[in-house]
């Protein structure tokens, strides 16, 4: 499987902006697919997870209510539509694969495949 993420960028506070993952390699729903989050200085941050199992999504609480996932399965793409920007969301942010346990959907480690990291910077 490989990842390439893109749609990172440069916005304001308030403004919304979608990052796109295309996965090859593998069909989408055979894969669990996350975004995660490094801010300078900071620790990675898982901020969502779509589940391959039954497809559930499962946000952080710092985005949940702001940020979406979606997918098409006929482009092999997954899209994390992000609404309600704030400084506090600048970080590279990255798409990976793998299949963890429910318990462990949050721990990085557990993602054996990871795209390259756009940069979302939110600044005024």
């Known amino acids: 499987v490989q990842l390439q993420a893109s749609g990172g960028g440069v916005v304001q506070p308030g403004d919304s902006l979608t990052l796109s993952c295309a996965v090859s390699?593998?069909?989408?729903?055979?894969?669990?697919i996350a975004w995660f989050r490094q801010a300078p200085g900071k620790e990675r941050e898982g901020v969502s997870v779509?589940?391959?199992?039954?497809?559930?999504?499962y946000y952080s609480d710092s985005v949940k209510g702001r940020f979406t996932v979606s997918k098409d399965n006929a482009k092999n793409m997954v899209y994390l539509q992000m609404t309600g920007l704030t400084a506090a969301d600048t970080a590279v942010y990255y798409c990976?694969?793998?299949?963890?346990?429910?318990?462990?959907?949050?721990?990085?480690?557990?993602?054996?495949?990871w795209g390259q990291g756009t940069q979302v910077t939110v600044s005024s």
């Open positions: 390699g593998a069909p989408l729903n055979s894969q669990t």
């Open positions: 779509r589940r391959r199992s039954g497809g559930m999504t």
């Open positions: 990976a694969a793998g299949s963890p346990i429910l318990s462990a959907i949050w721990d990085s480690r557990m993602y054996r495949t």
